[in-house]
C-alpha cells in the first residue's frame, strides 16, 4: 500500500537557525497538509495546499514557516528563524481530494530546537 | 468553526471487555467525522468515517462507530478489547459549510487495555 514518506524522521537544531522538512505524498493525491504534535497531544493544523498554492492556513502559520512543491513529488515544510516552541512531531499528510476522503499520514519528523 | 471533544484523556478497560471512546463534534453544517489511531513514535492511522447513510459505521480491526446526530456525537466501539488495542485514539471533523479540506482533531484519548 502506497504511504507518505517524510525525511529526516529526527532533527536537531539550534534557536535561530532555518530547517526544512521534506515530505512525499501518495503520487496521486492532491491535497497536502502539514499538522503538529506538541508532546504527543493536539494534532494541530498548520497549513493546506492544492494546485500549487495555499488553500487554508491557520495561526500558528506565520511569516516564519513557508511550503513548497518544488518539484511535483516533494512537498517541503520551511521554518526560517527556528523558537524554542516549534520543538515538536510535524506530520506531512495527504488525499485524492474528495471531502469524503480521509488523510493518509506520515510518520512525522521530530524538531527539538535548542 | 468546527471543533471536536475529546472528554477523556484516558480510558482503561479489560481485556476482553467492550469499548467506547467518546467524542463530541461542533460544526455549522453537516459533518464528515473520523477515527484515527496513533501508535508511540508512529503517524496517525486511519480508522474509520461517517459520510452519510447508516449511523452505525463499521472499520479496522474491529472498531465502529456510532454516529447521533441530535447528540452530536461520534463514539468509537469495540465488542472486545485486545491488549493490542492500546494506543492514542483521534476523533476528528470536517465541516462541510465552509470548513475547507482541513480536518480538525480533538486532544485525544489514551486506551489501555490490561490482562
Known amino acids: 500500500e502506497p504511504e507518505v514518506t517524510q525525511t529526516p524522521s529526527h532533527q536537531v537544531t539550534q534557536m535561530g537557525q532555518e530547517v526544512i522538512l521534506r515530505c512525499v505524498p501518495i503520487s496521486n493525491h492532491l491535497y497536502f497538509y502539514w499538522y503538529r504534535q506538541i508532546l504527543g497531544q493536539k494534532v494541530e493544523f498548520l497549513v493546506s495546499f492544492y494546485n500549487n498554492e495555499i488553500s487554508e492556513k491557520s495561526e500558528i502559520f506565520d511569516d516564519q514557516f513557508s511550503v513548497e512543491r518544488p518539484d511535483g513529488s516533494n512537498f517541503t515544510l520551511k521554518i526560517r528563524s527556528t523558537k524554542l516552541e516549534d520543538s515538536a512531531m510535524y506530520f506531512c499528510a495527504s488525499h485524492t481530494g474528495p471531502s469524503n476522503s480521509p488523510l493518509h499520514f506520515g510518520n512525522g519528523t521530530r524538531l527539538t530546537v535548542t | 468553526a468546527q471543533s471536536v471533544a475529546q472528554p477523556e484523556d484516558q480510558v482503561n478497560v479489560a481485556e476482553g471487555n467492550p469499548l467506547t471512546v467518546k467524542c463530541t463534534y461542533s460544526?455549522?453544517?453537516?459533518?464528515?467525522l473520523f477515527w484515527y489511531v496513533q501508535y508511540p513514535n508512529r503517524g496517525l492511522q486511519f480508522l474509520l468515517k461517517y459520510i452519510t447513510g447508516d449511523n452505525l459505521v463499521k472499520g479496522s480491526y474491529g472498531f465502529e462507530a456510532e454516529f447521533n446526530k441530535s447528540q452530536t456525537s461520534f463514539h468509537l466501539k469495540k465488542p472486545s478489547a485486545l491488549v493490542s488495542d492500546s494506543a492514542l485514539y483521534f476523533c476528528a471533523v470536517r465541516d462541510m459549510a465552509g470548513g475547507g479540506n482541513k480536518l480538525t482533531f480533538g486532544t485525544g484519548t489514551q486506551l489501555k487495555v490490561e490482562l
Open positions: 460544526v455549522s453544517g453537516n459533518p464528515y
